[in-house]
Protein backbone atom coordinates (compact mmCIF):
# COMPACT_ATOMS: atom_id res chain seq x y z
CA UNK A 1 0.00 0.00 0.00
CA UNK A 2 1.29 3.37 -0.49
CA UNK A 3 3.15 4.77 2.52
CA UNK A 4 2.56 8.26 1.17
CA UNK A 5 -0.83 10.04 1.20
CA UNK A 6 -3.29 10.15 -0.83
CA UNK A 7 -4.88 13.18 -2.61
CA UNK A 8 -7.78 14.25 -4.76
CA UNK A 9 -6.22 14.61 -8.56
CA UNK A 10 -7.04 14.11 -12.26
CA UNK A 11 -5.44 11.09 -14.04
CA UNK A 12 -2.69 10.37 -16.29
CA UNK A 13 -3.78 9.40 -19.70
CA UNK A 14 -0.43 8.76 -21.29
CA UNK A 15 -1.18 4.84 -20.91
CA UNK A 16 -3.25 5.18 -23.86
CA UNK A 17 -1.09 8.29 -25.78
CA UNK A 18 1.70 10.36 -24.81
CA UNK A 19 -0.11 13.41 -25.66
CA UNK A 20 -2.68 14.77 -28.19
CA UNK A 21 -0.03 16.55 -30.83
CA UNK A 22 -0.84 16.31 -34.30
CA UNK A 23 2.69 14.07 -34.70
CA UNK A 24 1.29 11.49 -32.10
CA UNK A 25 -2.33 11.53 -33.68
CA UNK A 26 -0.74 10.90 -37.66
CA UNK A 27 1.01 8.54 -36.10
CA UNK A 28 -1.38 6.16 -34.42
CA UNK A 29 -4.37 6.92 -37.52
CA UNK A 30 -1.67 5.47 -40.16
CA UNK A 31 -0.70 2.78 -37.92
CA UNK A 32 -4.60 1.98 -37.50
CA UNK A 33 -4.57 2.81 -41.45
CA UNK A 34 -2.18 0.16 -42.50
CA UNK A 35 -3.59 -2.30 -39.94
CA UNK A 36 -7.41 -1.55 -41.76
CA UNK A 37 -6.26 -2.49 -45.08
CA UNK A 38 -4.46 -5.36 -44.43
CA UNK A 39 -7.53 -6.39 -43.16
CA UNK A 40 -9.95 -5.45 -45.89
CA UNK A 41 -7.23 -7.00 -48.35
CA UNK A 42 -8.52 -10.48 -46.80
CA UNK A 43 -12.31 -9.99 -48.48
CA UNK A 44 -11.75 -12.20 -51.09
CA UNK A 45 -10.60 -14.76 -49.12
CA UNK A 46 -14.12 -15.33 -47.44
CA UNK A 47 -15.88 -18.50 -47.76
CA UNK A 48 -17.44 -21.08 -46.16
CA UNK A 49 -15.13 -23.19 -47.26
CA UNK A 50 -12.15 -21.05 -46.25
CA UNK A 51 -9.53 -22.78 -43.52
CA UNK A 52 -10.54 -22.40 -40.17
CA UNK A 53 -6.97 -21.47 -39.44
CA UNK A 54 -7.52 -18.28 -41.24
CA UNK A 55 -10.44 -16.96 -39.96
CA UNK A 56 -9.08 -17.34 -36.62
CA UNK A 57 -6.32 -15.55 -37.88
CA UNK A 58 -8.62 -13.18 -39.30
CA UNK A 59 -9.78 -12.79 -35.84
CA UNK A 60 -6.46 -12.07 -34.48
CA UNK A 61 -6.03 -9.06 -36.98
CA UNK A 62 -9.22 -7.75 -35.49
CA UNK A 63 -8.75 -7.88 -32.57
CA UNK A 64 -5.26 -5.80 -33.07
CA UNK A 65 -7.53 -3.24 -34.79
CA UNK A 66 -10.36 -3.37 -31.92
CA UNK A 67 -7.25 -2.26 -29.59
CA UNK A 68 -6.10 0.30 -31.37
CA UNK A 69 -9.73 1.85 -32.60
CA UNK A 70 -10.98 1.74 -28.39
CA UNK A 71 -7.10 3.67 -27.59
CA UNK A 72 -7.64 6.84 -29.56
CA UNK A 73 -11.51 6.10 -28.61
CA UNK A 74 -11.11 5.94 -25.01
CA UNK A 75 -8.38 8.48 -25.09
CA UNK A 76 -11.11 11.60 -26.96
CA UNK A 77 -13.67 10.40 -24.39
CA UNK A 78 -11.97 10.24 -21.10
CA UNK A 79 -10.01 13.53 -22.22
CA UNK A 80 -13.45 15.15 -22.40
CA UNK A 81 -14.70 13.83 -19.69
CA UNK A 82 -12.62 15.52 -17.94
CA UNK A 83 -12.81 18.62 -19.51
CA UNK A 84 -16.21 19.15 -20.87
CA UNK A 85 -15.80 22.67 -22.07
CA UNK A 86 -12.23 21.96 -23.16
CA UNK A 87 -12.60 22.71 -26.80
CA UNK A 88 -9.37 20.95 -28.05
CA UNK A 89 -11.12 17.70 -25.63
CA UNK A 90 -13.81 18.24 -27.89
CA UNK A 91 -11.97 18.72 -30.67
CA UNK A 92 -10.01 15.34 -30.33
CA UNK A 93 -13.31 13.48 -29.43
CA UNK A 94 -15.31 14.56 -32.73
CA UNK A 95 -12.31 13.84 -34.39
CA UNK A 96 -11.77 10.53 -33.71
CA UNK A 97 -15.38 9.63 -33.81
CA UNK A 98 -15.48 10.81 -37.51
CA UNK A 99 -11.94 8.45 -37.96
CA UNK A 100 -13.49 5.84 -36.23
CA UNK A 101 -16.75 6.05 -37.98
CA UNK A 102 -15.09 5.38 -40.90
CA UNK A 103 -12.71 2.73 -39.86
CA UNK A 104 -16.07 1.03 -38.63
CA UNK A 105 -17.22 1.13 -42.03
CA UNK A 106 -14.67 -0.49 -43.33
CA UNK A 107 -14.54 -3.65 -41.12
CA UNK A 108 -18.29 -4.13 -41.34
CA UNK A 109 -17.98 -6.37 -44.02
CA UNK A 110 -16.17 -9.46 -41.82
CA UNK A 111 -19.33 -9.12 -39.13
CA UNK A 112 -21.72 -9.19 -41.87
CA UNK A 113 -20.12 -12.06 -43.69
CA UNK A 114 -19.98 -14.32 -40.63
CA UNK A 115 -23.57 -13.08 -39.77
CA UNK A 116 -24.40 -14.57 -43.22
CA UNK A 117 -23.23 -18.46 -43.01
CA UNK A 118 -25.76 -20.57 -42.41
CA UNK A 119 -25.53 -22.35 -38.91
CA UNK A 120 -24.14 -25.21 -40.45
CA UNK A 121 -21.36 -23.44 -42.42
CA UNK A 122 -20.87 -21.23 -38.98
CA UNK A 123 -20.29 -24.29 -37.00
CA UNK A 124 -17.61 -25.96 -39.46
CA UNK A 125 -15.10 -22.75 -38.70
CA UNK A 126 -15.62 -22.11 -35.43
CA UNK A 127 -12.47 -22.45 -33.68
CA UNK A 128 -11.79 -24.84 -30.88
CA UNK A 129 -12.90 -24.24 -27.46
CA UNK A 130 -9.67 -25.02 -26.14
CA UNK A 131 -6.99 -23.22 -28.10
CA UNK A 132 -9.16 -20.35 -28.58
CA UNK A 133 -12.18 -20.28 -26.16
CA UNK A 134 -12.45 -16.12 -26.30
CA UNK A 135 -12.55 -15.92 -30.14
CA UNK A 136 -14.78 -18.67 -30.70
CA UNK A 137 -17.18 -17.22 -27.85
CA UNK A 138 -17.19 -13.93 -29.29
CA UNK A 139 -18.07 -15.25 -32.86
CA UNK A 140 -20.86 -17.20 -31.27
CA UNK A 141 -21.98 -13.92 -29.77
CA UNK A 142 -21.85 -11.91 -32.99
CA UNK A 143 -24.57 -14.18 -34.87
CA UNK A 144 -27.40 -14.07 -31.54
CA UNK A 145 -27.93 -10.43 -33.46
CA UNK A 146 -28.36 -11.63 -37.05
CA UNK A 147 -31.53 -11.02 -36.88
CA UNK A 148 -31.55 -7.30 -36.68
CA UNK A 149 -28.66 -6.79 -38.56
CA UNK A 150 -28.95 -4.95 -42.13
CA UNK A 151 -27.10 -5.09 -45.27
CA UNK A 152 -23.46 -3.49 -45.34
CA UNK A 153 -23.98 -0.46 -47.16
CA UNK A 154 -27.18 0.22 -44.99
CA UNK A 155 -24.95 -0.15 -41.93
CA UNK A 156 -22.91 1.89 -43.28
CA UNK A 157 -25.03 4.83 -43.73
CA UNK A 158 -26.64 3.74 -39.97
CA UNK A 159 -23.25 4.22 -38.49
CA UNK A 160 -22.61 7.68 -40.51
CA UNK A 161 -25.90 8.98 -39.22
CA UNK A 162 -25.03 8.29 -36.10
CA UNK A 163 -21.82 9.58 -35.84
CA UNK A 164 -23.23 13.05 -37.63
CA UNK A 165 -26.95 12.87 -35.85
CA UNK A 166 -27.64 11.17 -32.50
CA UNK A 167 -23.96 10.95 -30.89
CA UNK A 168 -23.19 14.64 -31.72
CA UNK A 169 -26.62 15.88 -30.00
CA UNK A 170 -26.09 13.13 -26.82
CA UNK A 171 -22.71 15.19 -26.92
CA UNK A 172 -24.43 18.38 -27.18
CA UNK A 173 -26.55 16.91 -24.12
CA UNK A 174 -23.73 16.40 -21.79
CA UNK A 175 -21.78 19.95 -22.64
CA UNK A 176 -25.18 21.45 -21.84
CA UNK A 177 -25.84 19.30 -18.61
CA UNK A 178 -22.39 19.62 -17.25
CA UNK A 179 -22.24 23.37 -17.42
CA UNK A 180 -24.88 23.85 -15.12
CA UNK A 181 -24.02 25.87 -11.98
CA UNK A 182 -25.83 25.86 -9.06
CA UNK A 183 -26.16 28.20 -6.15
CA UNK A 184 -26.45 27.12 -2.79
CA UNK A 185 -27.05 29.38 0.90
CA UNK A 186 -24.50 27.18 3.52
CA UNK A 187 -24.30 29.18 7.11
CA UNK A 188 -24.94 32.20 5.41
CA UNK A 189 -22.78 32.22 2.63
CA UNK A 190 -24.08 31.82 -0.62
CA UNK A 191 -21.51 29.62 -2.79
CA UNK A 192 -21.92 28.52 -6.39
CA UNK A 193 -21.16 24.67 -7.30
CA UNK A 194 -21.21 21.98 -9.53
CA UNK A 195 -24.26 18.93 -9.33
CA UNK A 196 -21.79 16.45 -7.36
CA UNK A 197 -21.26 19.14 -4.92
CA UNK A 198 -24.72 20.32 -4.56
CA UNK A 199 -26.22 16.93 -4.23
CA UNK A 200 -23.90 16.07 -1.38
CA UNK A 201 -25.78 18.24 0.58
CA UNK A 202 -28.86 16.09 -0.38
CA UNK A 203 -27.28 14.09 2.91
CA UNK A 204 -27.57 16.86 5.17
CA UNK A 205 -28.81 15.96 8.30
CA UNK A 206 -30.58 19.58 8.05
CA UNK A 207 -33.73 19.40 6.69
CA UNK A 208 -33.91 23.46 5.27
CA UNK A 209 -30.68 22.30 3.17
CA UNK A 210 -32.04 19.56 1.84
CA UNK A 211 -35.19 21.16 0.89
CA UNK A 212 -32.95 23.79 -0.46
CA UNK A 213 -30.49 21.63 -2.81
CA UNK A 214 -33.48 19.65 -4.42
CA UNK A 215 -35.25 23.27 -5.00
CA UNK A 216 -31.90 24.55 -6.52
CA UNK A 217 -31.02 21.17 -8.60
CA UNK A 218 -34.79 21.50 -10.56
CA UNK A 219 -35.07 25.54 -10.49
CA UNK A 220 -32.29 24.94 -12.60
CA UNK A 221 -33.05 22.35 -14.97
CA UNK A 222 -36.53 23.44 -14.59
CA UNK A 223 -35.05 26.12 -16.82
CA UNK A 224 -33.67 23.80 -18.92
CA UNK A 225 -36.45 21.48 -19.23
CA UNK A 226 -38.24 22.37 -22.03
CA UNK A 227 -34.88 22.07 -24.57
CA UNK A 228 -33.84 18.71 -22.33
CA UNK A 229 -37.20 17.32 -23.28
CA UNK A 230 -36.99 18.09 -26.57
CA UNK A 231 -33.85 16.21 -27.05
CA UNK A 232 -35.09 13.23 -25.39
CA UNK A 233 -38.06 13.18 -28.13
CA UNK A 234 -35.49 13.40 -30.56
CA UNK A 235 -33.22 10.75 -28.87
CA UNK A 236 -36.63 8.41 -28.62
CA UNK A 237 -37.45 8.58 -32.30
CA UNK A 238 -33.98 8.12 -33.75
CA UNK A 239 -33.83 4.93 -30.97
CA UNK A 240 -37.27 3.40 -32.55
CA UNK A 241 -36.99 4.37 -36.41
CA UNK A 242 -33.59 2.47 -36.40
CA UNK A 243 -34.03 -0.20 -33.88
CA UNK A 244 -37.58 -1.10 -34.25
CA UNK A 245 -38.37 -0.37 -37.62
CA UNK A 246 -35.44 -0.67 -39.61
CA UNK A 247 -33.86 -3.56 -37.45
CA UNK A 248 -36.66 -5.27 -36.06
CA UNK A 249 -36.24 -5.53 -32.56
CA UNK A 250 -40.22 -5.88 -31.39
CA UNK A 251 -39.81 -3.03 -28.69
CA UNK A 252 -37.25 -0.20 -27.75
CA UNK A 253 -36.25 -2.61 -23.98
CA UNK A 254 -35.64 -5.53 -26.13
CA UNK A 255 -32.58 -3.34 -27.95
CA UNK A 256 -31.30 -2.94 -24.59
CA UNK A 257 -32.20 -6.58 -23.50
CA UNK A 258 -30.51 -8.27 -26.73
CA UNK A 259 -27.12 -6.36 -26.27
CA UNK A 260 -27.26 -7.10 -22.65
CA UNK A 261 -27.84 -10.75 -23.81
CA UNK A 262 -30.91 -11.01 -21.27
CA UNK A 263 -34.28 -12.38 -22.34
CA UNK A 264 -36.82 -10.52 -22.34
CA UNK A 265 -38.97 -12.60 -19.73
CA UNK A 266 -36.22 -12.25 -17.47
CA UNK A 267 -36.53 -8.74 -17.55
CA UNK A 268 -40.06 -8.39 -17.27
CA UNK A 269 -39.66 -10.50 -14.41
CA UNK A 270 -37.41 -8.65 -12.70
CA UNK A 271 -39.61 -5.46 -13.08
CA UNK A 272 -42.91 -7.00 -12.23
CA UNK A 273 -40.89 -8.38 -9.12
CA UNK A 274 -39.77 -5.15 -8.32
CA UNK A 275 -42.93 -3.19 -8.85
CA UNK A 276 -44.53 -5.39 -6.46
CA UNK A 277 -41.86 -4.75 -4.03
CA UNK A 278 -42.67 -1.14 -3.49
CA UNK A 279 -44.59 -1.69 -0.34
CA UNK A 280 -40.98 -3.09 1.08
CA UNK A 281 -39.46 0.60 0.38
CA UNK A 282 -42.86 2.41 1.36
CA UNK A 283 -42.88 0.70 4.77
CA UNK A 284 -39.29 2.02 5.58
CA UNK A 285 -39.72 5.53 4.34
CA UNK A 286 -42.64 5.57 6.76
CA UNK A 287 -40.26 4.13 9.65
CA UNK A 288 -37.59 6.26 8.50
CA UNK A 289 -39.93 9.20 9.55
CA UNK A 290 -40.89 8.21 12.86
CA UNK A 291 -37.13 7.76 13.27
CA UNK A 292 -36.58 11.42 12.35
CA UNK A 293 -39.65 12.61 14.28
CA UNK A 294 -41.85 13.81 11.27
CA UNK A 295 -45.06 12.36 10.55
CA UNK A 296 -44.36 12.29 7.19
CA UNK A 297 -41.31 12.15 5.01
CA UNK A 298 -40.83 14.47 1.87
CA UNK A 299 -39.32 13.32 -1.31
CA UNK A 300 -36.29 15.69 -0.15
CA UNK A 301 -35.34 13.55 3.30
CA UNK A 302 -35.52 10.18 1.78
CA UNK A 303 -31.65 9.99 2.40
CA UNK A 304 -31.75 12.06 5.07
CA UNK A 305 -29.40 10.37 7.98
CA UNK A 306 -30.99 9.52 11.30
CA UNK A 307 -27.59 10.97 13.14
CA UNK A 308 -26.99 14.35 13.45
CA UNK A 309 -23.35 14.67 11.94
CA UNK A 310 -22.22 16.70 8.97
CA UNK A 311 -19.06 14.10 9.51
CA UNK A 312 -16.32 14.78 6.29
CA UNK A 313 -13.86 11.86 5.40
CA UNK A 314 -10.11 12.77 4.35
CA UNK A 315 -9.64 11.26 0.42
CA UNK A 316 -6.42 9.53 2.15
CA UNK A 317 -8.80 7.77 5.00
CA UNK A 318 -10.99 6.75 2.60
CA UNK A 319 -8.86 5.19 -0.07
CA UNK A 320 -7.36 3.52 2.50
CA UNK A 321 -10.37 2.60 4.67
CA UNK A 322 -11.77 0.61 1.13
CA UNK A 323 -7.87 -1.03 0.33
CA UNK A 324 -8.18 -2.22 3.70
CA UNK A 325 -11.76 -3.86 3.23
CA UNK A 326 -10.85 -5.43 0.34
CA UNK A 327 -7.48 -6.46 1.87
CA UNK A 328 -9.77 -8.31 4.39
CA UNK A 329 -11.65 -10.33 1.87
CA UNK A 330 -9.08 -11.47 -0.35
CA UNK A 331 -5.39 -9.76 -0.89
CA UNK A 332 -4.70 -9.84 -4.09
CA UNK A 333 -8.29 -7.83 -4.65
CA UNK A 334 -6.72 -5.17 -2.86
CA UNK A 335 -3.63 -5.19 -4.91
CA UNK A 336 -5.82 -5.00 -7.89
CA UNK A 337 -7.54 -2.00 -6.65
CA UNK A 338 -4.37 -0.25 -5.31
CA UNK A 339 -2.96 -0.04 -9.07
CA UNK A 340 -5.75 2.31 -9.99
CA UNK A 341 -3.61 4.98 -7.96
CA UNK A 342 -0.62 3.00 -8.55
CA UNK A 343 -0.50 4.23 -11.94
CA UNK A 344 -2.61 7.38 -11.68
CA UNK A 345 -5.61 5.94 -13.00
CA UNK A 346 -8.28 8.13 -11.25
CA UNK A 347 -9.62 11.77 -11.51
CA UNK A 348 -11.32 11.87 -7.86
CA UNK A 349 -10.85 16.20 -7.50
CA UNK A 350 -14.16 18.32 -7.86
CA UNK A 351 -14.07 20.84 -10.88
CA UNK A 352 -15.61 22.88 -13.18
CA UNK A 353 -16.59 21.44 -16.29
CA UNK A 354 -15.39 17.96 -15.15
CA UNK A 355 -18.34 15.65 -16.24
CA UNK A 356 -20.79 14.65 -12.48
CA UNK A 357 -20.98 11.27 -11.22
CA UNK A 358 -18.91 8.34 -11.01
CA UNK A 359 -17.67 5.56 -13.58
CA UNK A 360 -14.79 2.70 -14.53
CA UNK A 361 -13.60 2.83 -17.88
CA UNK A 362 -11.64 -0.42 -18.91
CA UNK A 363 -9.81 -0.03 -22.11
CA UNK A 364 -7.38 -2.70 -22.62
CA UNK A 365 -6.84 -6.25 -21.08
CA UNK A 366 -3.31 -4.94 -20.25
CA UNK A 367 -4.29 -1.62 -19.29
CA UNK A 368 -5.10 -0.58 -15.77
CA UNK A 369 -9.21 0.41 -15.53
CA UNK A 370 -9.49 4.39 -15.34
CA UNK A 371 -11.74 5.96 -12.60
CA UNK A 372 -13.82 9.23 -12.50
CA UNK A 373 -15.26 10.31 -9.19
CA UNK A 374 -15.82 13.20 -7.40
CA UNK A 375 -15.09 13.50 -4.30
CA UNK A 376 -16.54 15.88 -2.00
CA UNK A 377 -14.99 14.56 1.49
CA UNK A 378 -18.58 13.12 2.12
CA UNK A 379 -19.33 9.59 4.02
CA UNK A 380 -21.26 8.36 0.70
CA UNK A 381 -18.12 9.24 -1.06
CA UNK A 382 -16.68 6.02 0.70
CA UNK A 383 -19.00 3.91 -1.01
CA UNK A 384 -18.74 5.39 -4.15
CA UNK A 385 -14.99 5.12 -4.26
CA UNK A 386 -15.69 0.92 -3.58
CA UNK A 387 -17.87 1.08 -6.06
CA UNK A 388 -16.04 2.21 -8.81
CA UNK A 389 -12.92 0.49 -7.65
CA UNK A 390 -14.93 -3.02 -7.43
CA UNK A 391 -15.70 -2.05 -11.37
CA UNK A 392 -12.06 -1.77 -11.72
CA UNK A 393 -11.63 -5.10 -10.31
CA UNK A 394 -13.94 -6.93 -12.23
CA UNK A 395 -12.09 -5.91 -15.80
CA UNK A 396 -8.39 -6.95 -13.69
CA UNK A 397 -10.21 -10.11 -12.95
CA UNK A 398 -11.08 -10.59 -16.41
CA UNK A 399 -7.79 -9.55 -17.75
CA UNK A 400 -6.44 -12.81 -19.29
CA UNK A 401 -9.50 -12.77 -21.51
CA UNK A 402 -8.93 -10.73 -24.85
CA UNK A 403 -10.26 -7.05 -25.11
CA UNK A 404 -13.25 -8.88 -27.44
CA UNK A 405 -14.60 -10.73 -24.66
CA UNK A 406 -13.38 -9.42 -21.17
CA UNK A 407 -16.23 -7.03 -20.64
CA UNK A 408 -19.06 -8.81 -18.81
CA UNK A 409 -22.76 -7.82 -19.77
CA UNK A 410 -24.24 -5.10 -18.34
CA UNK A 411 -26.64 -6.61 -16.00
CA UNK A 412 -23.32 -8.73 -14.80
CA UNK A 413 -21.32 -5.70 -14.96
CA UNK A 414 -22.67 -4.58 -11.22
CA UNK A 415 -21.41 -7.38 -9.25
CA UNK A 416 -17.93 -6.78 -7.98
CA UNK A 417 -18.92 -3.04 -7.21
CA UNK A 418 -22.23 -3.50 -5.56
CA UNK A 419 -20.37 -6.39 -3.72
CA UNK A 420 -17.41 -4.11 -2.90
CA UNK A 421 -19.70 -1.68 -1.32
CA UNK A 422 -21.57 -4.81 0.80
CA UNK A 423 -18.12 -5.44 2.28
CA UNK A 424 -17.54 -1.81 2.75
CA UNK A 425 -21.14 -1.61 5.00
CA UNK A 426 -20.01 -5.07 7.01
CA UNK A 427 -16.52 -3.87 7.75
CA UNK A 428 -17.90 -0.49 9.39
CA UNK A 429 -20.80 -2.21 11.18
CA UNK A 430 -18.24 -4.51 12.52
CA UNK A 431 -16.43 -1.97 13.96
CA UNK A 432 -19.12 -0.43 15.44
CA UNK A 433 -20.53 -1.13 18.85
CA UNK A 434 -22.86 1.98 19.38
CA UNK A 435 -26.47 0.84 18.80
CA UNK A 436 -27.14 4.46 17.40
CA UNK A 437 -24.17 4.37 14.86
CA UNK A 438 -24.89 0.89 13.70
CA UNK A 439 -28.98 2.49 13.03
CA UNK A 440 -27.22 4.98 10.71
CA UNK A 441 -24.96 2.37 8.93
CA UNK A 442 -27.71 -0.16 8.04
CA UNK A 443 -30.35 2.93 7.55
CA UNK A 444 -27.40 4.40 4.78
CA UNK A 445 -27.28 0.71 3.03
CA UNK A 446 -30.73 0.46 2.89
CA UNK A 447 -31.23 4.00 1.42
CA UNK A 448 -28.41 2.92 -1.10
CA UNK A 449 -30.60 -0.29 -1.81
CA UNK A 450 -33.64 1.72 -2.74
CA UNK A 451 -31.21 4.07 -4.86
CA UNK A 452 -30.27 1.09 -6.33
CA UNK A 453 -32.86 -1.39 -7.07
CA UNK A 454 -36.36 0.50 -6.77
CA UNK A 455 -34.97 3.95 -7.88
CA UNK A 456 -33.42 2.45 -10.86
CA UNK A 457 -36.69 -0.16 -11.91
CA UNK A 458 -39.03 2.93 -11.52
CA UNK A 459 -36.62 4.94 -13.92
CA UNK A 460 -37.00 1.82 -16.38
CA UNK A 461 -40.59 1.42 -16.17
CA UNK A 462 -40.98 5.27 -16.86
CA UNK A 463 -38.81 5.14 -20.36
CA UNK A 464 -41.13 2.23 -21.07
CA UNK A 465 -44.05 4.23 -20.71
CA UNK A 466 -42.33 7.44 -22.18
CA UNK A 467 -40.84 5.80 -25.15
CA UNK A 468 -44.55 5.14 -26.01
CA UNK A 469 -45.94 8.48 -25.50
CA UNK A 470 -43.69 10.18 -27.74
CA UNK A 471 -44.16 7.92 -30.65
CA UNK A 472 -48.27 8.78 -29.63
CA UNK A 473 -47.42 12.02 -29.79
CA UNK A 474 -47.70 13.42 -26.06
CA UNK A 475 -46.18 16.78 -24.95
CA UNK A 476 -43.44 17.32 -22.81
CA UNK A 477 -46.34 18.53 -19.95
CA UNK A 478 -47.58 14.75 -20.71
CA UNK A 479 -44.05 13.50 -19.73
CA UNK A 480 -43.47 15.37 -16.83
CA UNK A 481 -47.21 14.01 -15.61
CA UNK A 482 -46.24 10.66 -16.37
CA UNK A 483 -43.53 10.99 -14.05
CA UNK A 484 -45.05 11.93 -11.26
CA UNK A 485 -47.81 9.35 -11.55
CA UNK A 486 -44.11 7.22 -11.70
CA UNK A 487 -43.38 8.72 -8.44
CA UNK A 488 -46.49 8.65 -7.05
CA UNK A 489 -46.72 4.70 -7.81
CA UNK A 490 -43.18 4.21 -6.45
CA UNK A 491 -43.63 5.98 -2.69
CA UNK A 492 -47.83 5.25 -2.36
CA UNK A 493 -48.44 7.84 0.15
CA UNK A 494 -45.22 6.95 2.37
CA UNK A 495 -43.86 10.59 0.70
CA UNK A 496 -45.24 13.94 0.35
CA UNK A 497 -43.50 14.98 -3.43
CA UNK A 498 -43.29 18.54 -4.41
CA UNK A 499 -44.49 19.68 -7.83
CA UNK A 500 -40.76 20.32 -8.81
CA UNK A 501 -39.85 16.80 -8.73
CA UNK A 502 -41.68 16.38 -12.58
CA UNK A 503 -38.11 17.53 -13.83
CA UNK A 504 -36.67 15.09 -11.95
CA UNK A 505 -36.67 12.59 -15.19
CA UNK A 506 -34.52 15.48 -17.61
CA UNK A 507 -31.50 15.33 -15.49
CA UNK A 508 -30.91 11.56 -15.98
CA UNK A 509 -27.84 11.00 -18.23
CA UNK A 510 -28.93 7.54 -18.48
CA UNK A 511 -32.04 7.08 -20.33
CA UNK A 512 -30.36 9.98 -22.89
CA UNK A 513 -26.95 8.52 -23.36
CA UNK A 514 -28.19 4.55 -23.18
CA UNK A 515 -31.66 4.14 -23.06
CA UNK A 516 -33.04 1.53 -20.55
CA UNK A 517 -29.50 1.02 -18.91
CA UNK A 518 -30.63 1.40 -15.44
CA UNK A 519 -32.33 -2.07 -14.74
CA UNK A 520 -28.52 -3.53 -14.33
CA UNK A 521 -27.79 -1.75 -11.47
CA UNK A 522 -31.69 -3.41 -10.36
CA UNK A 523 -30.32 -6.45 -11.52
CA UNK A 524 -26.90 -6.13 -9.86
CA UNK A 525 -27.88 -5.31 -6.46
CA UNK A 526 -30.45 -8.17 -6.43
CA UNK A 527 -27.95 -10.67 -7.65
CA UNK A 528 -25.28 -9.46 -5.01
CA UNK A 529 -27.74 -9.29 -2.08
CA UNK A 530 -28.43 -13.30 -2.72
CA UNK A 531 -24.49 -13.60 -3.19
CA UNK A 532 -23.74 -11.85 0.04
CA UNK A 533 -25.93 -13.69 1.78
CA UNK A 534 -23.92 -17.09 0.81
CA UNK A 535 -21.06 -15.40 1.43
CA UNK A 536 -21.92 -14.71 4.82
CA UNK A 537 -23.02 -18.33 4.99
CA UNK A 538 -19.83 -20.13 3.53
CA UNK A 539 -17.44 -17.88 4.02
CA UNK A 540 -14.02 -18.77 2.38
CA UNK A 541 -15.51 -21.22 1.15
CA UNK A 542 -17.56 -18.90 -1.54
CA UNK A 543 -14.31 -16.92 -2.14
CA UNK A 544 -13.31 -19.21 -5.34
CA UNK A 545 -16.41 -19.12 -6.44
CA UNK A 546 -17.06 -15.46 -6.41
CA UNK A 547 -13.79 -14.83 -7.97
CA UNK A 548 -14.02 -17.13 -10.99
CA UNK A 549 -17.49 -15.72 -11.84
CA UNK A 550 -15.85 -11.89 -12.02
CA UNK A 551 -12.78 -14.15 -14.08
CA UNK A 552 -15.48 -15.19 -16.72
CA UNK A 553 -15.83 -11.27 -17.76
CA UNK A 554 -17.46 -11.27 -20.78
CA UNK A 555 -16.17 -15.23 -21.94
CA UNK A 556 -19.64 -17.02 -21.68
CA UNK A 557 -23.01 -16.16 -21.63
CA UNK A 558 -24.58 -14.58 -18.81
CA UNK A 559 -27.21 -17.21 -18.52
CA UNK A 560 -24.33 -20.05 -17.98
CA UNK A 561 -22.24 -17.70 -15.49
CA UNK A 562 -25.34 -17.59 -13.30
CA UNK A 563 -26.34 -21.46 -13.76
CA UNK A 564 -22.50 -22.09 -12.62
CA UNK A 565 -23.78 -20.38 -9.46
CA UNK A 566 -26.91 -21.65 -9.04
CA UNK A 567 -28.74 -18.63 -10.22
CA UNK A 568 -31.74 -18.86 -12.82
CA UNK A 569 -32.73 -15.51 -13.30
CA UNK A 570 -36.00 -16.12 -15.03
CA UNK A 571 -37.22 -17.06 -11.89
CA UNK A 572 -39.22 -14.58 -9.77
CA UNK A 573 -38.37 -16.53 -6.56
CA UNK A 574 -34.61 -15.62 -7.21
CA UNK A 575 -35.56 -11.88 -7.53
CA UNK A 576 -37.66 -12.05 -4.23
CA UNK A 577 -35.25 -13.34 -2.33
CA UNK A 578 -32.92 -9.77 -2.77
CA UNK A 579 -35.79 -8.19 -1.11
CA UNK A 580 -36.20 -11.03 1.62
CA UNK A 581 -32.91 -9.67 2.30
CA UNK A 582 -33.72 -5.89 2.42
CA UNK A 583 -36.74 -7.16 4.02
CA UNK A 584 -34.86 -8.71 6.81
CA UNK A 585 -32.32 -5.62 7.25
CA UNK A 586 -35.20 -3.27 7.79
CA UNK A 587 -36.52 -5.30 10.13
CA UNK A 588 -33.24 -5.56 11.91
CA UNK A 589 -33.59 -2.13 12.02
CA UNK A 590 -37.01 -2.20 13.50
CA UNK A 591 -35.43 -4.04 16.58
CA UNK A 592 -32.58 -1.46 17.26
CA UNK A 593 -33.28 0.38 20.33
CA UNK A 594 -31.74 3.91 20.84
Not at 225 to 242: I, M, P, S, T
Not at 310 to 337: K, S
Request: glycine content about 4%; hydrophobic content about 40%; proline content about 4%.
Amino acid sequence: MNNGRYEPAGWDLSDLLPDASETVIRERTEKLERSVATFEAQRPQLSPEMDPALLVELVRQYESLVEQVYVLGSYGSLWFSADTQSTAALSFRNRMQQTLTGIQNRLLFFDLWWKGLDDDEAAALLPSAEQYADYRHHLADLRRTKPYTLDEKSEQIVNIKDANGMDALMTLYEMLTSRLEFTLEIDGEKQTLTRDALMSYAHSPRPELREAVYQELYRVYGAEANVLAQVYANRVRDWHAEQVELRGHTSPITVRNVANDIPDDAVDTLLEVCRRNADVFQRYFRLKAGWLGVDKLRRYDIYAPLAESDREVEYDGAVRMVLETFADFDPAVAEQAARVFEHNHIDSEVRKGKRGGAFCATVLPSQTPWVLMNFTGKVRDVATLAHELGHAIHSMMAEDHSVLTQHAALPLAETASVFAEMLLTDRLLEQEKDPLVRRELLATAVDDMYATVMRQAFFVLFERDAHQAILDNKTADDLYTLYMANLEEQFGDSVALADEFRYEWVSIPHIYLTPFYCYAYSFGQLLVLALYRRYQQEGDAFKPGYLRLLAHGGSARPADILQEAGIDMSDPAFWQGGFDVIRDMIEQLEAIRA
